[in-house]
């Protein structure tokens, strides 16, 4: 079974910066596009933004130019720097990642959540 622990939340003040991660464990045969989405209070959950395998970015019109994600295909990691940060950022941050498992019986597509990572700013 994979698990999506995801790690670097928190409380920053506004114009601070924080470092998300997302780490990926289990048996997979392929990793796809990995991504990041929000959700704020009494609002839908939102794509902030998505790397591919190989490692083409999309970002938020949003958060573009203050915000950059990564992958570490070796390490199964997806990175969000997200920088000059306002209360506007505030929200659950999710790590979504799309990949392949392979078992006796073929190849199968999976596409999976971490359990959500708290960001405030405020100050």
């Known amino acids: 079974q994979v698990q999506l622990v995801e790690s670097g939340g928190g409380l920053v003040q506004p114009g601070g910066s924080l470092r998300l991660s997302c780490a990926a464990s289990g048996r997979i045969f392929r990793f796809n596009d990995m991504g990041w989405y929000r959700q704020a209070p009494g609002k839908q959950r939102e794509l902030v933004a998505d790397i591919t395998s190989g490692s083409s970015t999309n970002y938020a019109d949003s958060v573009k130019g203050r915000f950059t994600i990564s992958r570490d295909n070796a390490k199964n990691t997806v990175y969000l720097q997200m920088n000059s940060l306002t209360s506007d950022d505030t929200a659950v941050y999710y790590c979504?990642?799309?990949?392949?498992?392979?078992?006796?019986?073929?190849?199968?597509?999976?596409?999976?959540w971490g359990q959500g990572t708290l960001v405030i700013v405020s100050s």
């Open positions: 979504n990642a799309k990949y392949v498992v392979a078992d006796p019986h073929g190849f199968h597509p999976v596409d999976a």
